[in-house]
């Protein structure tokens, strides 16, 4: 008999990834399905693969595999699809609902439209602004410091970089006209910058007004994506620290449009978008 295992295909504003509840099915190696279920000729397609799992210290755990397989730390968007998946399947009657994942425990609270889960609200929790911790190569002798606006030479070109974690490291640039961006040859250059010792996501940004911004991305393991929830709150708190927009901005992604708030009491980063069920279907291992 043929193995085979169920699967949810979701996507926030986008960004779209095979879901596979732990609860009832069993993966015994995530990382080569996520490159077998993301291909997008012979697979299901999707930027990766998410295994929803019982967790000992929240009310779920996740784990998030990217289109290479290699295991990231968080999904902004892909969180939020979690929390609509647990409530639609009835895995759990919460409105609120705390995902453990590799960068610590995320508070997702579920908005509703028509009695239907439409979105979330997430808290990320804090940005990590310290380069040793992002993790970004840091010359300079006080290591604390935050990398904001350094200059970089990437290809040949000299960018102003701010590096932000938001449990995943990324790396913020503000430039004019990122429409035109070559991003299937600039991209790479970024991600595997021997700054970034773990390889880094990279925002292009451009700004609107001090309350909206324009945005291109480029995952880590995954390549340019329509959306990128940790990337769009990254780019929230780069332009915060730049003083290039309010602590509120409405992020457009080619996806769609995230909401995200720079909470100056609780320096939290609270980040609001969609999430939406594609399909589901069988696949054969």
């Given at each position: 008999?043929?193995a085979?295992v169920h699967?949810?295909?979701?996507q926030?504003i986008?960004?779209?990834y095979v879901?596979?509840?732990?609860f009832?099915e069993?993966?015994?190696n995530?990382?080569?399905?996520?490159r077998?279920?993301?291909?997008r000729h012979?697979?299901?397609g999707?930027?990766g693969l998410v295994?929803?799992?019982?967790?000992?210290t929240a009310?779920?755990?996740?784990?998030m595999f990217?289109?290479?397989?290699s295991?990231?730390?968080m999904?902004?968007?892909?969180?939020r699809?979690v929390?609509?998946?647990?409530?639609?399947h009835?895995?759990?009657?919460?409105?609120v609902?705390?995902?453990?994942?590799?960068?610590?425990?995320?508070?997702?609270?579920?908005?509703?439209?028509g009695g239907?889960?439409?979105?979330?609200t997430?808290?990320?929790?804090?940005?990590?602004?310290?380069p040793?911790?992002?993790?970004v190569?840091?010359?300079r002798?006080?290591?604390s410091?935050?990398f904001v606006?350094?200059?970089?030479?990437?290809?040949g070109?000299?960018?102003?970089?701010?590096?932000?974690?938001?449990?995943n490291?990324h790396?913020?640039?503000?430039?004019?006209?990122?429409?035109?961006?070559?991003?299937?040859?600039?991209?790479?250059?970024?991600?595997?910058?021997p700054?970034?010792p773990q390889?880094?996501?990279?925002?292009f940004?451009e700004?609107?007004?001090?309350?909206?911004?324009?945005?291109?991305?480029?995952?880590?393991?995954?390549?340019?994506?329509?959306?990128?929830g940790?990337?769009a709150?990254?780019a929230?708190?780069?332009c915060?620290?730049?003083?290039?927009?309010?602590?509120q901005?409405a992020?457009?992604l080619?996806?769609?449009?995230l909401?995200v708030?720079w909470?100056?009491?609780?320096?939290?980063v609270?980040?609001?978008?969609?999430?939406?069920?594609?399909f589901?279907?069988?696949?054969?291992?």
């Amino acid at each position: 008999m043929t193995a085979a295992v169920h699967f949810t295909k979701m996507q926030g504003i986008g960004n779209d990834y095979v879901y596979i509840n732990g609860f009832e099915e069993r993966v015994e190696n995530p990382g080569e399905l996520a490159r077998r279920v993301s291909d997008r000729h012979f697979g299901v397609g999707s930027d990766g693969l998410v295994l929803i799992l019982p967790s000992g210290t929240a009310d779920v755990r996740m784990r998030m595999f990217n289109a290479d397989g290699s295991e990231a730390e968080m999904c902004g968007n892909a969180i939020r699809c979690v929390g609509k998946y647990v409530h639609d399947h009835g895995i759990l009657a919460k409105d609120v609902i705390r995902v453990e994942t590799r960068a610590g425990e995320k508070v997702v609270r579920l908005l509703f439209e028509g009695g239907e889960v439409c979105g979330a609200t997430v808290d990320m929790g804090e940005p990590e602004l310290n380069p040793a911790r992002i993790p970004v190569t840091d010359e300079r002798p006080d290591g604390s410091q935050r990398f904001v606006a350094r200059p970089v030479e990437v290809a040949g070109t000299t960018y102003a970089v701010t590096a932000v974690s938001m449990g995943n490291p990324h790396a913020v640039v503000f430039l004019e006209g990122i429409d035109a961006l070559n991003l299937p040859e600039l991209g790479p250059q970024f991600e595997h910058h021997p700054l970034f010792p773990q390889r880094t996501n990279t925002e292009f940004v451009e700004v609107a007004s001090s309350t909206a911004i324009r945005m291109r991305v480029w995952e880590r393991g995954a390549g340019e994506t329509l959306a990128c929830g940790t990337g769009a709150c990254a780019a929230a708190v780069a332009c915060v620290l730049n003083g290039r927009t309010s602590r509120q901005v409405a992020v457009q992604l080619r996806g769609g449009v995230l909401k995200v708030h720079w909470d100056e009491a609780s320096n939290h980063v609270y980040m609001t978008g969609g999430a939406e069920t594609v399909f589901t279907g069988t696949y054969f291992l």
